[in-house]
């Protein structure tokens, strides 16, 4: 119903040629079945946009709807602010406060590395790199974006985790650190790219004016293209941590699994939604565990949301400045 | 051994036109335990092959789950990895419904080390303490001097309750615990940590990790059956009342001399 009203408004200017019988069809540009076309075409890619709308709808009322019974049998403060994670004793503890710290520790730790590395990367392919170095670097970045988590995951497990295990002499190598390095892999290419395409978008006269006023090439990079792409990258920056609190497989894999709040690098956590998915397969339907899990989907779903109005704003405020 | 598949298959075939007239386009649905599952995998498709006529829907969900479909009536046959709970029993005598547990199976837990540790017997209650944190270090055991990294299995699967009931009596596996979702990523864990302990259903052992006695037993088949070997437990299905018709065929099918020879091929110890 809503795209009609829509395309009414939108349709108003033509409007006239399309009710009025007698005028329209003598000009081919204007004709019936051009705004007839014009109108088919409109509203079909409305309602393929607004299908997605429609679907996020859907999986957030579902999500709510299987997340809020949560609440019925336990406090929002004790879910929220609960240290212990015992779905399934008798009598329950239902507190993600170990879950929520788990997925906020090792986004920070990851995004500390990824950030850096990732707009360096960037700031070297667009500015500095030679055209030929570019060429082989890009793409491979790039590829590595298309690894699927799973397989990252699983050479965290075999092969990084029992690498740290040795350099650094600890227990187990499944911890926080590990699990923010194969994480940091996750979103640097996220990072790269669009950081890289924000540089390249900064119009050739800033950087040929800089120069022309004695700058050198560092001064050029750092105090005219990086502020006048600040935007970008910010957006840039908040997508890949986006990326990594959201991210499922490796952490699940990587993490260690205890819920724990981490007391130092090395110890293993268990992030929101590495609980979710190892546990959503046997908990019962719609028992208390099921509801509960969903209630940390929802926490997880306000994360990431924060982090895409982050995202927005900051895009919006370097913006009006640049 | 097919010649067996047929004969067992014509007896049932032959009992189950005996005792109920409508044993045409029968269908099954089976649900619950997924320590169960690979059994009931294997048993169906048997089955099914015996008697093509009969549809299985097969499904996991948990020991719960397959309870709960029992009391629900959605399933005719609910897999578990334990006894039905006194308040399981009160929710199916409210709704009529009698839960009959059928054994037809037997699982032995294993705890298991990295193949260098030196420690090779532990007691129960040594067990109970590592897990509950309270012996943190391997030399407190007779070991090396390294620390203990205790590895659990996700609080929802079945082998975590039947670990949770039998050697920690109750009582919390420490959440310092690291969690594996699966016996496949628990055992290349162990494999690649030193100081490693975790435990395993018997049917996934394998060279790369030690097993342990315990109590100074050795988890086997013999051991479980004769109920030396303190870490076992029995696989139930259970059925609405006792079972007719093409419910109590399958029951039969599983507890017939090929049935349990699948069990055995699905990593389970069978009953005889």
Known sequence: MTYREHTKGEMIPEGSSRGDRGAAPTDTLTGRGTALGEWVAESSLLIISLISIVVLGLILLFLLMEGLPTFSFVSVKAFILGHLWYPTDEPPDFGILALIMGSISVTLISSLIAVPSGVMTAIYLSEIAPPKMAEILKPAIELLASLPSVVIGFFGMVAVAPLMQRIFDIPTGLNLFTASIMLAFMSIPTICTISEDALRSVPVTYREASMALGATPFETISKVTVPAALSGITTAIILGMSRAIGETMVVLMVAGGAAIIPGSLFDPIRPMPASIASEMGEAPFRGDHYHALFATGITLFLFTILFNILAMSASRRFRLKG | ?272
């Open chain 2, 1 to 272: 051994m097919k010649k067996s598949m047929g004969v067992t298959a014509l007896f049932t075939a032959l009992f189950l036109m005996a005792s109920s007239p409508w044993a045409m386009a029968e269908r099954l649905a089976i649900k619950g335990s997924t320590t169960v599952l690979p059994i009931a995998q294997k048993i169906s498709e048997a089955y099914m092959v015996a008697h093509p006529e009969t549809k299985i829907s097969l499904s996991g969900g948990g020991s719960g789950n397959g309870i709960k479909a029992v009391i629900d009536q959605t399933a005719n046959v609910g897999n578990s990895s334990r006894f039905i709970k006194g308040k399981e029993m009160k929710m199916a005598v409210a709704k009529g419904v009698t839960p009959v547990p059928h054994r037809i199976a037997l699982d032995c837990i294993v705890p298991v080390v990295h193949p260098d540790n030196t420690v090779s017997n532990l007691t129960m209650t040594q067990l109970k303490d590592i897990y509950l944190a309270t012996i943190t270090n391997w030399k407190e055991v007779g070991g090396a001097d390294k620390k203990i990294v205790v590895i659990s299995r996700d609080s929802s699967s079945g082998t975590f309750d039947a670990w949770r009931g039998l050697v920690m009596k109750k009582e919390r596996v420490t959440p310092r615990a690291l969690t594996q979702p699966s016996n496949g990523g628990l055992v290349t864990q162990v494999a690649t940590t030193q100081g490693a302990i975790a435990y395993i259903a018997l049917g996934y052992l394998n060279d790369e990790i030690k097993a342990l006695r315990v109590d100074g037993i050795k988890g086997s088949a013999e051991t479980t059956l004769n109920g030396r070997y303190p870490i076992s437990r029995p696989l139930f299905m259970f059925t609405n009342g006792w079972p007719t018709g093409e419910t109590l065929s399958f029951i039969n099918f599983i507890l017939s001399k090929k049935g349990q020879e699948l069990v055995e091929e699905a990593g389970s110890i069978p009953l005889y």
